[in-house]
């Protein structure tokens, strides 16, 4: 079982930047890949960026490619979303997931997932 907390969110003006942040708890973190995805109201989740659990691989989509960066930290059992050059489309509530199998961009294919934090970009 794994659980996960994100922090991070909130109110930035277009242009501007966030980093979102999810600890994870259990011992076994550094064997899950990690991902992020995000919802916006009246929309489908979808998938926003991946890491394996080595941090050795990572995946965007194309949307935000360029402009966030996933990483993690295994001694500290956390994953990061650096998010620069927000824009208004970027307004969502975004979650943290891990998998327990290999690195992945389907929801589906996530075990564990965070409660969610809000990110709003003002224009």
């Known amino acids: 079982q794994v659980q996960l907390v994100e922090s991070g969110g909130g109110l930035v003006q277009a242009g501007g930047s966030l980093r979102l942040s999810c600890a994870a708890s259990?011992?076994?973190?550094?064997?899950?890949?990690m991902g992020w995805f995000r919802q916006a109201p009246g929309k489908e989740r979808e998938f926003v960026a991946a890491i394996s659990w080595s941090g050795g691989n990572t995946y965007y989509a194309d949307s935000v490619k360029g402009r966030f960066t996933i990483s993690r930290d295994n001694a500290k059992n956390t994953v990061y979303l650096q998010m620069n050059s927000l824009k208004p489309e970027d307004t969502a509530v975004y979650y943290c997931?891990?998998?327990?199998?290999?690195?992945?961009?389907?929801?589906?294919?996530?075990?564990?997932w965070g409660q969610g934090t809000q990110v709003t970009v003002s224009s």
């Open positions: 997931a891990a998998d327990r199998g290999s690195v992945g961009v389907y929801r589906g294919e996530y075990d564990y």
């Open positions: 259990g011992r076994t973190f550094s064997s899950y890949a």
